[in-house]
């Protein structure tokens, strides 16, 4: 890993992503610029389709290179992480294996900072018998752990935590609240979505047993590429029921016979990998893990700092929590009328996004000083738009 400082970060590395000849980018929470070198790799893609045709041994070779990237940056072994297409696949297939209609331990707690797709498939669960408890913020926005503890117990079989809220830009401390989990005997998964790429994540330090994102943000990629990491000792005794073939001891032996999925975290992978996806996922990792993870935290931290000084001169009420260790690369802050808000910093050619009443300012390895500046400027003069 790239030591802190790394050269790798702001203008040294802004010319590989061409938005920022004409825009302020900064929406990485919806999605990554793009690269030069992700356009090289979908043309990668598409060249060898066209000289060779099917090239189903490199396409697997290819997913395997998906799984290592995945692996190291989130301090798992290769064995450990399935290559899906979505966090709903890897979420799904957790919840397939769990015996929810059977014996006591049949409730999942979520919070309330959830994706929308975390929540209904813990909804849905409620078909086979599944119990759900939302765990709510408090009125400062925050979920401290105290509210995780008063809902988990020796019921518990799922609990599921956000590492960086979509909506606030919370960030929860998923150590404890794994810890807690274990206290009762259940398992704990991280939505890290709004992480991965931004936050040196370390799964083994964290003590989670899943951890699940994908590529289409802070990775810098495309739609349709995500992973799942498994603690690898309870793969044993995890059967996902929601599989397929690329997810079977021998992926080319095309038995129909029985189920026999792989030994380890590949029996969470399912049917024939997103390859166009993959091309484009290896190759955005490949930015960050050049950067490194540590350097580009660090580097989102400054100007997050930068940020909200500036948004505190104009009197704006930031929603995200001011210590850096509960927020990550998203700074969130209250609007009258934030569709109007958005719409108007777009004529300023600058790009953010929108959640509740809250603009949504993310910032990422690209992002430089000038941006944090530019978006102040503006916010200065919409700040009839600002709580
Ligand atoms: C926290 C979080 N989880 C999950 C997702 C997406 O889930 P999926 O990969 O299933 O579309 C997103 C954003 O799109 C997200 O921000």
């Known amino acids: 890993m790239a030591a802190v ?35 090289r790799a979908y043309e990668e893609y598409l060249d060898g389709w066209d000289a060779r045709g099917a090239e189903w041994e490199h396409w697997v070779e290819r997913a395997e290179a998906a799984r290592s990237s995945f692996a190291a940056l989130l301090g798992a072994r290769n064995e450990e992480v399935a290559v899906t297409t979505s966090v709903s696949q890897g979420v799904s297939g957790i919840v397939s294996a769990l015996p929810l209609g059977r014996g006591e331990r049949r409730k999942i707690v979520i ?95 964290l003590g989670v047993d899943f951890l699940t ?46 189920y026999s999925p792989a030994a380890d975290a590949r029996r969470f992978d399912a049917g024939t990998p997103p390859v166009p996806n993959i091309y484009a996922g290896v190759a955005g990792m490949s930015i960050v893990q050049d950067a490194g993870v540590e350097a580009v935290e660090a580097h989102i931290a400054g100007l997050a700092d930068r940020l909200i000084a500036g948004l505190d001169e104009l009197g704006a009420v930031t929603v995200t929590p001011r210590d850096p260790a509960r927020r990550g690369p998203l700074v969130c802050v209250r609007s009258t009328d934030v569709s109007r808000l958005v719409a108007e910093l777009a004529r300023e050619r600058i790009v953010a996004s929108q959640r509740d009443a809250n603009l949504r300012i993310s910032l990422h390895l690209y992002n ?9 400027a503006a916010l200065r003069d919409l700040r009839h738009l600002l709580a």
């Open 213 to 258: 994102g994908g590529t289409v943000k802070y990775l810098l990629a495309s739609a349709g590429l995500g992973f799942l990491y498994v603690r690898g000792d309870l793969l044993p005794r995890l059967l996902p029921t929601q599989t397929g073939w690329f997810a079977d001891e021998d992926i080319f032996q095309m038995d129909i016979s029985d």
């Open 368 to 376: 430089i000083e000038e941006d944090v500046d530019h978006v102040l």
């Open 5 to 39: 400082g790394s050269a790798r970060v702001g203008t040294a590395i802004r010319g590989e992503f061409p938005i920022f000849e004409h825009t302020t980018y900064l929406n990485s929470c919806s999605q990554g610029a793009l690269s030069h070198r992700v356009r």
């Open 111 to 205: 919070s309330e900072y959830e994706f929308p797709t975390v929540g209904q498939i813990a909804h849905a669960q409620e078909l086979r018998g599944a119990e759900v408890v939302h765990v709510l913020p408090d009125d400062d926005g925050t979920i401290p752990v105290e509210r995780f503890a008063e809902a988990i117990d020796d019921r518990t079989a799922l609990v599921c935590c956000t590492t960086v809220s979509y909506r606030t830009g919370n960030r929860q401390d998923v150590a404890a609240i794994a810890q807690l989990a274990h206290d009762h005997g259940a398992l704990c998964l991280a939505d890290s979505y709004q992480a991965v790429g931004a936050v040196d994540l370390d799964v083994h330090g």
